[in-house]
C-alpha cells in the first residue's frame, strides 16, 4: 500500500520542522519510529548532522542494540552507545507507577550530555501522534527536558510512518513495536534483572516461532500472552499449543496463558 496524500504531507511538514534545527542528536532505539526519523533526518541534513545515541540496558533486549548499531552503519551515520543504568533508578526498580517518567528522565539527561560533547545542542525522539493516547507518564520527561518530537509535531501516526518507511525500503517498516521490558510486571511488583531477561527470552522464543507483534507479561509464575488476533488461533493449535508452553515453563514459568484479549499497547494500565 503507498503512503496516503495526508502522509506525504505529514512528510513534508517533517522535513520542514528538520531543516530548522540544522543539526540534531536523535535518541535512537532502532524501532520503527526512530528509524524513519533517523533516515528522514539525514537525507534532510546529511550524515554530518546528525547523531544517533542509543542506550544499552537491560530493560531492552540486547538484540535491539546490535540492530540499532547495524541500522546506523547502513545509513552511515555516528552512534554513540552508552550502559543506561536503569537498576540505579529507586522508582523504576520498585515499579511505581510513574517509573517510566523517572527512568526516562535518567536516560534522556545523559543523553543530552553526551550530544552537548558533539556539539548538538537538540535532541529529537521517536515519539509519534500515537503517543498522547495513552497512559504515558515518559512523555513528561520529554517536555520538561525541551527533547524535541517532531514525529508528533508533523502530526505522524504509526500506520503512516509504517508506510512512508516501507515506501522508503526501510527494512524496519513493519518491525513489531518493543516498549521497555519493565511493562511486561505488574505495577507495585519489584523489578529485577532477572525478570526482564525472562520476559525478553519468552517473546524472542515466540518470535523465532514465527509470532508477530505480542508481550508476554508475567504475573509471578505464570506468563500471560497476549497475541495478535491473527495469531490467537494458531498458538492454540495443539502441536504449538504443547511447543510453547514447553519452550516458556524451560525459562521456569509453572504456567503458560493466552489473554483471549489478544495483544494490546499499554494492557498494565488497564489497571490504572
Same mark, same amino acid.
Given at each position: 500500500?503507498?503512503?496516503?496524500?495526508?502522509?506525504?504531507?505529514?512528510?513534508?511538514?517533517?522535513?520542514?520542522?528538520?531543516?530548522?534545527?540544522?543539526?540534531?542528536?536523535?535518541?535512537?532505539?532502532?524501532?520503527?519510529?526512530?528509524?524513519?526519523?533517523?533516515?528522514?533526518?539525514?537525507?534532510?541534513?546529511?550524515?554530518?548532522?546528525?547523531?544517533?545515541?542509543?542506550?544499552?540496558?537491560?530493560?531492552?533486549?540486547?538484540?535491539?542494540?546490535?540492530?540499532?548499531?547495524?541500522?546506523?552503519?547502513?545509513?552511515?551515520?555516528?552512534?554513540?552507545?552508552?550502559?543506561?543504568?536503569?537498576?540505579?533508578?529507586?522508582?523504576?526498580?520498585?515499579?511505581?507507577?510513574?517509573?517510566?517518567?523517572?527512568?526516562?528522565?535518567?536516560?534522556?539527561?545523559?543523553?543530552?550530555?553526551?550530544?552537548?560533547?558533539?556539539?548538538?545542542?537538540?535532541?529529537?525522539?521517536?515519539?509519534?501522534?500515537?503517543?498522547?493516547?495513552?497512559?504515558? =507518564?515518559?512523555?513528561?520527561?520529554?517536555?520538561?527536558?525541551? $527533547?524535541?518530537? =517532531?514525529?508528533?509535531?508533523?502530526?505522524?501516526?504509526?500506520?503512516?510512518?509504517?508506510?512512508?518507511?516501507?515506501?522508503?525500503?526501510?527494512?524496519?517498516?513493519?518491525?513489531?513495536?518493543?516498549?521497555?521490558?519493565?511493562?511486561?510486571?505488574?505495577?507495585?511488583?519489584? $523489578?529485577?534483572?532477572?525478570?526482564?531477561?525472562?520476559?525478553?527470552?519468552?517473546?524472542?522464543?515466540?518470535?523465532?516461532?514465527?509470532?508477530?507483534?505480542?508481550?508476554?507479561?508475567?504475573?509471578?509464575?505464570?506468563?500471560?500472552?497476549?497475541?495478535?488476533?491473527?495469531?490467537?488461533?494458531?498458538?492454540?493449535?495443539?502441536?504449538?499449543?504443547?511447543?510453547?508452553?514447553?519452550?516458556?515453563?524451560?525459562?521456569?514459568?509453572?504456567?503458560?496463558?493466552?489473554?483471549?484479549?489478544?495483544?494490546?499497547?499499554?494492557?498494565?494500565?488497564?489497571?490504572?
Amino acid at each position: 500500500m503507498e503512503p496516503s496524500r495526508a502522509a506525504v504531507n505529514k512528510q513534508k511538514k517533517l522535513r520542514h520542522i528538520l531543516v530548522e534545527y540544522k543539526k540534531v542528536s536523535i535518541a535512537f532505539s532502532g524501532g520503527a519510529d526512530s528509524a524513519f526519523l533517523l533516515n528522514e533526518a539525514t537525507e534532510t541534513l546529511g550524515r554530518e548532522n546528525v547523531l544517533a545515541i542509543t542506550a544499552r540496558s537491560p530493560a531492552f533486549p540486547e538484540s535491539e542494540t546490535k540492530a540499532a548499531e547495524m541500522i546506523c552503519k547502513e545509513m552511515g551515520v555516528e552512534q554513540i552507545i552508552f550502559d543506561a543504568d536503569v537498576m540505579s533508578v529507586k522508582e523504576f526498580r520498585e515499579n511505581s507507577t510513574d517509573r517510566c517518567y523517572h527512568c526516562k528522565k535518567a536516560m534522556l539527561k545523559k543523553i543530552e550530555a553526551l550530544a552537548k560533547e558533539k556539539e548538538f545542542l537538540i535532541v529529537a525522539d521517536g515519539s509519534n501522534a500515537d503517543d498522547v493516547g495513552d497512559y504515558r =507518564p515518559g512523555l513528561k520527561a520529554l517536555g520538561e527536558l525541551g $527533547i524535541k518530537s =517532531p514525529l508528533k509535531e508533523a502530526g505522524l501516526f504509526k500506520a503512516e510512518i509504517r508506510h512512508l518507511s516501507k515506501s522508503a525500503g526501510l527494512s524496519t517498516w513493519n518491525k513489531p513495536s518493543l516498549a521497555c521490558l519493565a511493562s511486561r510486571i505488574p505495577y507495585g511488583e519489584k $523489578i529485577d534483572e532477572k525478570k526482564l531477561k525472562l520476559a525478553g527470552d519468552a517473546e524472542e522464543i515466540l518470535h523465532d516461532m514465527g509470532f508477530g507483534q505480542l508481550r508476554v507479561r508475567i504475573h509471578g509464575d505464570i506468563a500471560r500472552i497476549e497475541a495478535q488476533k491473527d495469531d490467537l488461533k494458531k498458538i492454540t493449535e495443539e502441536k504449538i499449543r504443547i511447543k510453547v508452553s514447553s519452550e516458556l515453563k524451560k525459562l521456569g514459568f509453572t504456567y503458560v496463558a493466552v489473554d483471549l484479549d489478544g495483544y494490546r499497547s499499554g494492557s498494565m494500565n488497564e489497571v490504572l
